[in-house]
């Protein structure tokens, strides 16, 4: 058994957003021991009772320990300090540290070891309702933020010109509680757990979520590559176990097991038939043609990991940079065509546009499209890129879900509707609309979706899914899950 030692600094700063920092100062080149560091982020790190807890300190010190690393256990009493002397080394590492695609090269990681949420509560009345737009973000009152964080420069980054700055989370968090300002950015475990009991349930709201976040243990990169490594395994091995779980379990016994970490992070969105929730609070489950593909595959590699349901845009930007890591039901673009490693296809459908019968309106070519007053399709899709590529100056692109922009249509906010045709018969279905309300008109695409891996997961991991998916194709495994969601469809 290697050793572990505590050593405790004065706390000062209540909370960093996914940046845990490291603590102690002396070590010396010769001493192999990891000096791994963090600040007080509750659930994921603080001290009680004298000792140092939380869920990434558990999970970090368990996975260093079956590793066989030396290591100290410290409490940082400033992020920037410890930021700064882990970027320097040697020996260094930083806990609950929220892997962003500027930091990537910095450090050398493992992880995740668990899981966050960035997003925006209101204090007071349920106005605006969830989720609100990232655009309608931008018009709210001031939003509170600690300057730094990883919470706020994505905010920067978006654009957001409503922010006052803290420099620490337990002013920022005073400033919400004591109504001095209305809104508040933050990972939203850690805001909720910062608080009082029940004091966010009777007093505040979620406004929208704009980021998934996942924490590693960030390295200095003078750690040898081996030692990275062998702790890189044994997080895997306490996520196929279900250790990670069971110690997520001890500090929020409540969280759903789908907001914890896998050895791959797998991201999709509400957009049935493919993939969607059934059931509320425990009894919800993700469901949906691509769903049983997916999970199908990942049986025949020997872990199912839990699925993330986020909104597009999130999933689709967090794979682009993070390791290990897939989205789907994607579809296949030449635009798209290099910033994934691709299995597939899971999927084959056309494009085309609808009109409320109502309206008279006739689309028989993208011209007679383009002269229409406004089209509604969903943020960030794949119909986004072929609209502009064509020179459409009418897209309304405001909607988060396919339902969203489903509903533009059928409330007459917009004249046409670009989606896809199984989405479009789903909803249409499950609508209430008598039929005949809606009239398909021009099909402009004929696309396929495939499983969009990260260029950072390895080559060999990714040719395992498209093995796995293609021996579904040849014994048959396909054709059933297919003909379960779209019997009498030519299968992809």
Not at 336 to 344: A, D, H, N, S
Request: one cysteine or more.
């Amino acid at each position: 058994m290697k050793k572990f030692k505590l050593c405790i600094y004065p706390l000062v700063l209540m909370g960093l957003s996914l940046i845990f920092l490291t603590g102690c100062e002396t070590n010396t080149p010769e001493d192999e021991t990891i000096q791994v560091s963090g600040i007080e982020f509750i659930p994921n790190c603080y001290k009680q009772d004298g000792k140092i807890v939380g869920i990434d300190v558990d999970i970090a010190s368990e996975a260093m320990l079956d590793a066989g690393i030396d290591f100290n256990m410290n409490m940082s009493d400033s992020w920037e300090s410890a930021y700064n002397a882990t970027l320097k080394g040697p020996n260094r590492a930083l806990i609950t540290t929220g892997y962003s695609d500027e930091r990537k090269d910095l450090f050398k990681w493992a992880g995740p070891i668990s899981q966050g949420m960035y997003g925006i509560a209101g204090k007071g009345a349920s106005t605006p309702k969830y989720p609100i737009s990232i655009d309608e973000a931008k018009q709210l009152e001031e939003i509170a933020v600690v300057r730094g964080w990883l919470e706020t420069t994505t905010l920067e980054d978006m654009g957001f010109a409503n922010l006052v700055y803290f420099d620490t989370y337990a002013a920022a968090l005073n400033a919400f509680m004591n109504n001095e300002i209305k809104y508040i950015s933050s990972d939203l475990y850690h805001l909720v757990t910062s608080m009082p009991p029940n004091y966010y349930m009777e007093n505040c709201y979620a406004v929208t979520r704009y980021k998934t976040v996942y924490y590693y243990i960030a390295f200095s990169k003078d750690v040898d590559d081996d030692v990275v490594s062998k702790c890189q395994a044994s997080i895997d091995k306490m996520i196929q176990n279900q250790t990670t779980l069971s110690i997520v379990k001890r500090y929020l016994p409540s969280l759903p097991s789908d907001y914890i970490p896998g050895t791959i992070q797998l991201f999709t969105e509400v957009n049935p038939p493919y993939n969607y929730y059934t059931g509320l609070a425990a009894e919800r489950k993700i469901v949906g043609s691509s769903v049983d593909i997916v999970n199908e595959i990942q049986k025949r590699n020997g872990f199912v990991n839990k699925i993330n349901i986020s909104t597009w845009t999130d999933a689709y930007s967090t794979v682009l940079y993070l390791p290990n890591s897939a989205v789907f039901t994607t579809a296949r673009t030449t635009s798209r065509e290099k910033l994934f490693q691709w299995v597939g296809p899971i999927d084959s459908y056309n494009t085309s546009f609808y009109t409320l019968a109502s309206s008279g309106i006739t689309i028989a070519t993208l011209d007679q499209a383009k002269a229409l007053k406004s089209i509604a399709t969903p943020k960030d899709w794949y119909t986004v890129d072929f609209l502009v590529s064509n020179g459409f100056n009418n897209i309304v692109a405001t909607a988060i879900t396919t339902q969203d922009a489903f509903n533009q249509l059928i409330n007459g906010e917009v004249e046409a509707l670009f989606l896809k045709d199984p989405v479009v018969v789903w909803l249409y279905k499950n609508s209430g609309k008598p039929e005949g309300f809606i009239s398909k008109q021009y099909e402009a695409m004929n696309s396929k979706s495939y499983i969009a891996f990260s260029l950072s997961t390895p080559k060999a991991t990714v040719d395992k899914w498209q093995t796995n998916l293609d021996a579904m194709k040849s014994d048959g495994t396909f054709k059933n899950i297919w003909e379960q969601w779209f019997p009498g469809v030519a299968i992809p």
